[in-house]
T-cell receptor
């Protein structure tokens, strides 16, 4: 398998549930990203990990908790979400060595619905 | 992060060239110009990038104004598969690190058969 994969592709959860989104990259990259794309809004950067260290938290509520156990895997743990958190969650990866273009490769996303 | 301005939408006919404009009047000397696109129901994908000179690759061409305050993405022969939202993004690289990709609303390109 190549590229960036995300599971599950679709997720429906209640506000009291706890779930996790998984992202895996097979590109040998060092940086991984979580983005949120709500309907009719631009992509919003949520978290950045570089060499497994979190380097960016874009004022994301604590009900979203990222985890990066190694440079190939990235998780987004979800708990006590709100209906307004329903969105497409995209994972991306890049070389992360500060050299242009540092192309980000995106996964297909997880479509999350919070009831 | 320096901001970019793009038209909300554009239309093109199939097999005709398309010129997608982007204004970035507050660009700094270290900002690279990147273009990504997002096809329906997919994550964004890289298209092209440049700093000062015009650039060509298999997907598109990037024409950068001499003062770097604007740029144009050129699709030489639009196909139906090029229908997507195109994002123009400025990004800085420094000291072994890189700035974030900050996505705006982009330009939604429609291609008519």
């Amino acid at each position: 398998e190549t590229g960036v994969t995300q599971t599950p592709r679709h997720l429906v959860m209640g506000m009291t549930n706890k779930k996790s989104l998984k992202c895996e990259q097979h590109l040998g990259h060092n940086a991984m990203y979580w983005y949120k794309q709500s309907a009719k809004k631009p992509l919003e950067l949520m978290f950045v990990y570089n060499f497994k260290e979190q380097t960016e938290n874009n004022s994301v509520p604590s009900r979203f908790s990222p985890e990066c156990p190694n440079s190939s895997h990235l998780f987004l743990h979800l708990h006590t979400l709100q209906p307004e958190d329903s969105a497409l969650y995209l994972c991306a990866s890049s070389q992360g060595r500060g050299l242009a273009p540092d192309t980000q490769y995106f996964g297909p996303g997880t479509r999350l619905t919070v009831l | 992060d320096a901001k970019t301005t793009q038209p909300n939408s554009m239309e093109s006919n199939e097999e005709e060239p398309v010129h997608l404009p982007c204004n970035h009047s507050t660009i700094s000397g270290t900002d690279y110009i990147h273009w990504y696109r997002q096809l329906p129901s997919q994550g964004p994908e890289y298209v092209i990038h440049g700093l000062t000179s015009n650039v060509n690759n298999r997907m598109a061409s990037l024409a950068i104004a001499e003062d770097r305050k604007s740029s144009t993405l050129i699709l030489h022969r639009a196909t139906l598969r090029d229908a997507a939202v195109y994002y123009c993004i400025l990004r800085v690289y420094y000291g072994g690190s890189q700035g974030n990709l900050i996505f705006g609303k982009g330009t939604k390109l429609s291609v008519k058969p």
